[in-house]
């Protein structure tokens, strides 16, 4: 069995693509708050495949799903709802305002199809394939 040493500073190219994406904004405008962008899950079946994403406290009226040139967008906010008395608060960690998310999608996709269900504050997109992108069992005759 072979033994990695971990090493705190290595990433992926997602990883590092992911970091990168969250700076970028705080260095044109180190004043605003920490750029937010929900964690997402995307899982492939026979049939199609399934996007879920992470938007808590996000309302479905401010999220925005659109299917165009092979790129499936998300956008929305999750508006900050502040107290009349910011005083009571210890801590803020939880970003809020616009996010914005775009995936490539594959030709197998079949746009047509697209449906989005909103749940517990998990949106989920559902991505049909083509039929020709389905697999299909061939029957193989063995002759004499």
């Known amino acids: 069995m072979k033994i990695n040493r971990y090493n705190p500073f290595e990433f992926s190219p997602f990883q ?4 990168l994406e969250e700076t ?3 260095l044109a405008d180190p ?3 920490r750029p ?4 997402v899950d995307i899982l492939e079946t026979e049939n199609e495949l399934v996007l879920k994403a992470d938007l808590p406290e996000v309302k479905q009226e401010n999220i925005d799903i659109r299917v165009e040139d092979g790129t499936l967008s998300l956008k929305g ?3 900050f709802e502040s107290v009349k008395d910011e005083k009571g608060y210890h801590r803020i960690e939880r970003s809020y305002g616009s996010f914005s998310r775009s995936f490539a999608l594959p030709d197998t996709v079949n746009p047509e199809g697209v ?3 909103f749940k517990d504050g998990v949106l989920t997109v ?3 394939k083509k039929e ?8 193989v005759e063995v002759s004499n």
Do not use: V
């Not at 590092?16 to 970091?19: L, T």
């Open 16 to 19: 590092a693509f992911r970091m």
């Open 24 to 26: 970028l904004p705080r």
């Open 31 to 33: 004043n605003s708050a």
């Open 36 to 39: 937010w962008a929900p964690a």
């Open 77 to 79: 906010e999750r508006k």
């Open 115 to 117: 449906t989005a269900t």
């Open 126 to 128: 559902t991505l049909p």
């Open 132 to 139: 020709l992108a389905k697999p299909r069992q061939i029957k």
